[in-house]
Nanobody, 119 residues
Framework: QVRLVESGGGLVRPGGSLRLSCVAS????????MTWYRRSPGKERELVAT????????DYADSVKGRFTISRDNDKNTVYLQMNSLKPEDTAVYYC????????????WGQGTQVTVSS
C-alpha cells in the first residue's frame, strides 16, 4: 500500500519559515517525480514545486521562486519543501504528490498539511 505522509505545517508570522516533509512508502521512490501542490479556500489547486526522480530537474511556480526550495533524499524516501519569507497569500493546505510517467500515469496524494501565515 502506497502512503505519502506530510508533516511540518503550522502557524507562522509573515516573513517566517517552515519546512514541510513528505515521507513515501510502498513505492520505488526514485521512479517518481515528487511535487508539492497547495490549495487555498476559493482557489484552484496550484503547483508549487516539483523535482524529478533523480533530483536533477526542478521547477517552481513563479509565485514562490526565490523563496521556496524543493529537495529530496532518495535514501530516506522523503521530499522537502523549505519555505522562507512566507507571506499571508502562502496560506493553504499543502499536498505531496508522487507521479510516475507510465501508461496510464500513476499518481498518489498525501493527506495534506495546513500552512497558515498570519500576524
Amino acid at each position: 500500500q502506497v502512503r505519502l505522509v506530510e508533516s511540518g505545517g503550522g502557524l507562522v508570522r509573515p516573513g517566517g519559515s517552515l519546512r514541510l516533509s513528505c515521507v513515501a512508502s510502498g513505492l520505488t521512490f526514485t521512479r517518481y517525480s515528487m511535487t508539492w501542490y497547495r490549495r487555498s479556500p476559493g482557489k484552484e489547486r496550484e503547483l508549487v514545486a516539483t523535482v524529478s526522480g533523480a533530483g536533477n530537474l526542478i521547477d517552481y511556480a513563479d509565485s514562490v521562486k526565490g523563496r521556496f526550495t524543493i529537495s529530496r533524499d532518495n535514501d530516506k524516501n522523503t521530499v522537502y519543501l523549505q519555505m522562507n519569507s512566507l507571506k499571508p497569500e502562502d496560506t493553504a493546505v499543502y499536498y505531496c504528490n508522487a507521479f510516475h510517467f507510465s501508461t496510464p500515469p500513476i499518481r498518489y496524494w498525501g493527506q495534506g498539511t495546513q500552512v497558515t501565515v498570519s500576524s
